[in-house]
């Protein structure tokens, strides 16, 4: 199989194979079909890598069912072994990992070094130390005893989107401490640091088949793991309309279990008396990091109306400006987005507020270069039924409104259909619980935004998905609970 050859942090020259990771093993895709591969950076190509057609999906799905056979058998503690050293491995070629991300991605190096690595190894590692810790219950019955057995559901698949590695290692191990065999398919956009990944899958030491990962068109890749009969769980993160998608697919086949982390439109909530330098960095940091381009994105800021100009003032300082440029370079503090299709999405929200005589704050334009770089921007004084303050916009584009009283924040926090993320600043502590207690969404920060921990759920409510990745609840959604009975006989 073919391999691409990139230059990476320092210079350092990387090299990528292109074919699917299938048995172990990197192989061509049916009939030879291809995908380009982007630097939005720099709007030129990085790479040509295989794009899975419906037939080798089915040759995947035949690896890990030959697979599961023995792997559901082997000692707990071979697979948390297992993830340990992966965790190792991804550590000592962290500076490779970040670098293919960045290329390809936008994300800055660093971003990618300090913040995804950390939580894929973290990720690993935490539910390594679970892999031999999943028991069941032993419960009295009136005809004799019975006991429960959490078991892996068998050959699972999991989609990841473009945004961010880490989305990759909250599926992997999870999926893999609990027993499963998995089917992971990266994005078309992102898919060279997961080829990269696959390297060390097979160096750490995993059997063929138990992890394969595919390159490859949702529309083609995507829909046949969703519509796969011998598929009998998919994890998907991405947007809202992608999700139903997979929904209705699993309904139309065999009934796989599915969970789904989808879009999000987080509400920041300021009160006068936070801390008025700490929340003004985490809501600059909630709207502009990675160009907003997360689920989790603080995008709607709510601040008291006694502190709203100073706030304005002070956000505006903080994030107006911004050095674009080579992710790659310690001196850029802002890279591209994703594509071109995606900055021009982004620019066409920015002049819908503007056509409506929002107040524009900063930002509003695209910035000079051949790559695909968006300007900060913010709009104050939004009304709630705006489209700024109601659709995903997933860049740096951050709606901004008054409030007056507690009561007011929260109707104005939950009136969404998405329920992901959210923040809220403040100093009184009483006030803290009750505001994170009303607000609907599956994760709420107190004084700072962001921060995934390996050891708490992350997902979302409404329309934001269901099921959980990280923290001991999301390996509910890969085992499945088998009751066994025995009667006693006289």
């Not at 890990?64 to 082997?74: I, L, N, R």
């Not at 207690?437 to 390996?454: D, F, L, M, Q, Y």
Request: hydrophobic share 40%; net charge neutral.
């Amino acid at each position: 199989m073919t391999s691409v050859t990139l230059k990476g942090i320092e210079g350092r020259e990387i090299t990528v194979q292109t074919g699917l990771f299938i048995n172990n093993e990197y192989v061509t895709a049916t009939n030879g079909a291809t995908l380009e591969v982007e630097n939005p950076s720099t709007a030129t190509r990085l790479a040509t890598v295989a794009a899975a057609q419906s037939e080798d999906i089915d040759r995947a799905v035949q690896s890990s069912e030959k697979a599961f056979g023995s792997w559901k058998k082997v000692d707990p503690t071979v697979r948390r072994d297992l993830l340990n050293k992966l965790a190792d491995l991804i550590e000592r070629d962290a500076p490779i990992i970040a670098s293919l991300e960045a290329l390809e991605s936008g994300m800055l190096y660093r971003n990618c070094l300090a913040s995804n690595i950390p939580v894929a190894t973290g990720n690993l590692r935490y539910f390594a130390g679970w892999a031999d810790k999943i028991d069941g219950l032993s419960l009295p019955i009136p005809q004799g005893v019975a006991y429960t057995r959490r078991e892996p559901i068998g050959v699972c698949a999991a989609i990841v989107p473009w945004n961010t590695s880490m989305i990759f290692f909250w599926k992997l191990s999870v999926a893999i401490a609990a027993g499963n065999t998995l089917i992971m398919k990266t994005s078309e956009q992102t898919p060279l640091w997961g080829q990269k990944v696959a390297e060390l899958i097979k160096e750490a030491g995993f059997p063929p088949g138990v992890i394969n990962i595919l390159t490859g068109f949702g529309n083609i890749a995507g829909q046949a793991l969703s519509e796969h009969p011998r598929i009998r769980k998919i994890a998907f993160t991405g947007s809202t309309a992608t999700g139903r998608k997979i929904m209705q697919a699993a309904a139309r086949t065999n009934l796989k279990k599915v969970t789904l982390e989808l879009g999000g439109k987080g509400p920041t909530i300021i009160f006068d008396d936070a801390n008025f330098d700490n929340a003004v960095f985490w809501a600059t940091l909630g709207i502009t990091h990675s160009n907003a381009q997360l689920c989790l994105a603080g995008s709607r800021i709510y601040v008291q109306d006694t502190i709203y100009e100073k706030f304005l003032v002070e956000f505006s300082k903080r994030s107006r400006d911004a050095v674009h440029g080579d992710p790659l370079l310690a001196d850029t503090t802002k890279g591209a987005v994703s594509s071109k299709a995606h900055l021009d999405k982004i620019l066409s929200y920015v002049e819908r507020g503007k056509a409506d005589g929002l107040r524009l704050l900063h930002g509003g334009n695209k910035l000079s270069g051949d790559g695909y770089y968006v300007a900060n921007t913010a709009f104050a004084d939004v009304d709630q039924s705006h489209a700024i303050m109601r659709e995903e916009i997933f860049g740096p584009v951050a709606g901004i409104a008054p409030f007056k009283t507690e009561e007011e924040a929260i109707e104005k926090a939950n009136d969404s259909e998405y329920g992901l993320n959210a923040a809220v600043f403040t100093n009184n502590v009483n006030r803290a619980m009750r505001v994170s207690n009303a607000i609907e969404a599956g994760t709420v920060t107190v004084n700072s935004w962001g921060r995934p921990n390996a050891n708490t759920p992350f997902g979302g409510v409404k329309q934001s998905g269901f099921g959980r990745d990280s923290g001991h609840e999301a390996l509910e959604s890969w085992l499945v609970t088998k009751t066994i009975k025995y009667a006693v006989l006289e």
